[in-house]
């Protein structure tokens, strides 16, 4: 629920600061003196959009701020948008099921936002803001005239879940999108079965191996190099071994020297073993050499073999693109690809069996959203019209119709709200037919039969007594401290027979304090009250006023006293 609002050089609102309860809020004052200023800045909390002269002459900012208590029902939903946003829990990360929104609109429209000290998206805060506010009044009446948002409103009643009848759409388009890719042109198919064959028949004819052209560039080098290996390895053993004053001799003369004078200090025994070691190591490497150049031949067939190969392997890069590896991979694709058309029947009649289960699963999840949907449209009915009945429309009848539709994610019905509004006629569309008034009345009985699967925090009601007057007003008064049994309300009245149902009684006042316009909210104390009533009732406090007053608040007291 709301707890504080603080509205900050909001137009008239030089600096308001509010601290609501539970229950019943009600805002009273005269006509301009601000109040639907403050459901503008509530507005802003949830999401909606700023005007561009909303900052108060002077001011280069307005800053419209507030403290959220978020029902235990709905602290999931909340945590989850704001962990899908990245947003903090709550003020110092700790989930303590309290939301701060702070929202700064610059002069010329523009607007940052904020929810627990981080800054957001309008678009975010809209998303947790439909959980934490809704907001009625005489001219956002939309979701209840409008046929698209009434499958909403009746699924909401009936508390249906979409789940599994969106999984089953869903598993349904799947399979559908499969057999598209299967359908298309007999004789297309046909040439694209040819152009395949012929192209993998190509690629793994070739036996193309991971690796192979690198190794083979290799061995071709080594190939077209043969003499001149063999003379320098012939050259280098020379050196080592073969010829006259080679390494290996001169190693030999070092030892015999070193065996000489190692007998005067043997201290030089550890010079003697290296060049002992060098001698074995030059004699391997001699004899390796020596191996090699005579295993070296030239091989001019394997050369030109080598050399096809290569120039093959090639052309397939060039005409399939990329590397060898990648050209092995598309092979394997095109392969795959001539498999399931050469399937093709074989994979048509399993998708097609397949898609028939995921039809009748889907039907069947349809069917049970029908069955809930006739069930909660009945009661909705009566819940409605014994609402519509207190609030002095007793000829009205609310007609919930359903038709079947084609099958689609929200099931196979056609859902739209329907109005008789005198005995004897026709139900017919609430846009055709219901005045503002009557608008009104229906929207609170629809609050009202609502209430307990309404996911929202603070239900808003600005003016929504247009049109309602007399006997009818005490009965919307009742209907609305109904719904606030369950969630917080915040209404905006000019009637004081609703005025009376309040819990908690605000007066906006417009005043002047230094030459400038100011708004003051005052939470009224019982005796003040009673003088705000009389003044609605009358203009005045007068003795005659301050007494009707007074009945109105004994009569609004003894519901709540019986409940």
């Known amino acids: 629920m709301l707890r504080h ?13 509010i601290e609501l309860g539970e229950g019943m809020n009600v805002l009273t004052g005269e006509t301009g003196a601000g109040k639907s200023l403050i459901v503008e800045a509530v507005n802003l909390l949830r999401g909606g959009r700023a005007s561009a002269d909303i900052p108060r002459a002077g001011a280069d900012e307005a800053v419209v701020e507030a403290v959220f208590e978020v029902p235990d029902d709905l602290r999931g939903r909340v945590r989850g948008v704001l962990e899908g946003a990245g947003l903090p829990l709550g003020m110092d990360g700790e989930d303590d099921g309290g939301v701060v929104v702070r929202r700064v ?83 297309a198919r046909a040439a694209r079965g040819d152009f395949l064959r012929f192209q993998v028949e190509e690629l793994e004819g070739a036996r193309l191996t991971a690796g192979e052209d690198e190794r083979l560039a290799i061995e071709r080098a080594k190939l077209a190099a043969v003499d001149q290996l063999q003379a320098g390895a012939r050259a280098a053993e020379e050196l080592l071994y073969g010829g006259d004053d080679s390494a290996i001799d001169r190693l030999a003369a070092a030892g015999r020297e070193l065996e000489r004078i190692v007998r005067v200090d043997p201290a030089l025994e550890s010079c003697a073993k290296p060049i002992a070691e060098a001698r074995v190591l030059i004699e391997d490497a001699a004899t390796e050499l020596r191996s090699y150049a005579d295993r070296l031949e030239g091989d001019p067939e394997r050369l030109a073999a080598v050399d096809d190969r290569l120039e093959l392997i090639k052309r397939l890069c060039r005409k399939h693109g990329g590397r060898l590896d990648e050209v092995i991979a598309r092979g394997a694709a095109l392969r795959a690809e001539l498999d399931g058309l050469e399937r093709r029947d074989e994979t048509l009649a399993s998708l097609t069996a397949e898609r028939a289960r995921a039809e009748a699963a889907a039907i069947a999840a349809a069917a049970v959203l029908t069955k809930a949907r006739t069930a909660a449209a009945r009661k909705l009915e009566r819940e409605v019209g014994s609402a519509l009945a207190e609030l002095g429309m007793g000829a009205a009848r609310l007609h919930v119709a359903i038709e079947a539709r084609a099958l689609g994610p929200a099931g196979a019905d056609h859902v739209e709200l329907l109005l008789g509004a005198n005995k004897g006629e026709d139900a017919r569309p609430l846009a055709k037919i219901a005045s503002g008034g009557e608008l009104s009345r229906i929207m609170l009985a629809m609050k009202l039969a609502l209430r307990r699967a309404d996911e929202v925090a603070t239900n808003v009601f600005d003016e929504v007594d247009t049109g309602v007057g007399g006997a009818s007003a005490a009965a919307v008064g009742a209907q609305i401290r109904a719904v606030a049994v369950h969630r917080q309300v915040l209404c905006v009245t000019h009637l004081p027979q609703i005025a009376a149902f309040a819990d908690h009684h605000f007066h906006v006042e417009k005043t002047e304090l230094g030459g400038r316009t100011e708004t003051i909210v005052k939470r009224l104390g019982a005796a003040a009250r009673k003088d705000e009533l009389a003044r609605m009732l009358g203009g005045s406090a007068t003795q005659r006023a301050r007494a009707h007053a007074a009945e109105l608040l004994a009569d609004a007291a003894r519901p709540r006293a019986r409940a």
Not at 150 to 179: N, T
């Open 105 to 187: 609109i610059q002069r010329g429209g523009r607007s940052r936002t904020y929810v627990n000290g981080a800054l957001t998206t309008a678009a975010r805060l809209a998303e947790m803001g439909a959980l934490l506010v809704d907001l009625s009044g005489q001219h956002q009446h939309q979701g209840l005239v409008d046929p698209a948002r009434h499958r909403e409103i009746l699924d909401l009643f009936a508390g249906a879940s979409l789940d599994a009848m969106q999984a089953a759409w869903e598993a349904l388009r799947a399979l559908d999108a499969k057999l598209d890719e299967l359908g298309g042109d007999e004789r």
């Open 5 to 17: 609002l603080r509205v900050t050089n909001f137009a008239i609102l030089s600096d308001v600061g």
